[in-house]
């Protein structure tokens, strides 16, 4: 099945610092999407991204289809960034719909 | 996401016993999913659905049942709980009906099986 890595797997910044997080994956995609999960663990939707560019707010996501990697840029961290960041990708050649996570870039940022 | 709820959101059982997850939904979405996560990992899918009558499973099913009473309601069971279903359990839902695929997942339920 499709493989999908992230990097680094932590990352600590001081308030105000910006940072890219990185995605890879081994196999076309339908569907890439990157979540939020809070220190409580509550998982929220950043975007959904299976190709292109978008921008919300200080975040903005990058998915590179055809060469199988998706970046997300945080710009002017907050204390409120915080959290685990999950990338996931629907199996194209599988059961379409089902996500396949990456196990994650913890994030912490220090005031 | 509020239109996602999930009852209980914490339980802490005995090893053998049954206990059932249950998820609800408004967002009028076809599709509802059943996702665990464990410390450090991403998550992994338990059981999906992609409407009432079709009910498929996912990575990591065995020891876990489900039922999909109806389109905005998807329930899990344990039949006979082991501590090693210690874990954050996610329900999610989505629709091939809208322009995007996105899942959308309720608060989760943390489950202690000790």
């Known amino acids: 099945g499709i493989q999908v890595e992230q990097s680094p797997p932590d990352l600590i910044l001081q308030e105000g610092a910006n940072s890219t997080l990185r995605c890879n994956f081994s196999?076309?995609?339908?569907?890439l999407q990157w979540f939020h999960q809070n220190p409580w663990g509550q998982l929220i939707n950043l975007f959904y991204i299976p190709s292109g560019t978008k921008q919300n707010g200080r975040l903005s996501a990058t998915t590179v289809a055809t060469e199988r990697y998706s970046l997300l840029y945080i710009s002017s961290s907050q204390t409120t960034d915080s959290g685990v960041y999950f990338c996931?990708?629907?199996?194209?050649?599988?059961?379409?719909?089902?996500?396949?996570f990456g196990k994650g870039t913890k994030l912490s940022v220090k005031p | 996401d509020a239109d996602v709820t999930q009852t209980p959101r914490n339980r802490i059982t005995k090893t053998g016993k049954r206990i059932m997850l249950e998820c609800s939904q408004t967002k009028g979405h076809d599709r509802m999913y059943w996702y665990r996560q464990d410390p450090g990992l991403g998550l992994r899918l338990i059981y999906y659905s992609f409407d009432v009558k079709d009910i498929n499973k996912g990575e990591i099913s065995d020891g876990y049942s489900v039922s999909r009473q109806a389109q905005a309601k998807f329930s899990l069971s344990l039949e006979s709980a082991i501590p090693n279903q210690t874990a954050l359990y996610f329900c999610?839902?989505?629709?091939?009906?809208?322009?995007?695929?996105?899942?959308?997942f309720g608060p989760g339920t943390r489950l202690t099986v000790l």
């Open positions: 196999d076309s995609v339908n569907n």
């Open positions: 996931a990708v629907d199996d194209y050649g599988g059961s379409q719909g089902n996500l396949i």
């Open positions: 999610a839902t989505s629709t091939r009906q809208g322009p995007t695929d996105t899942q959308y």
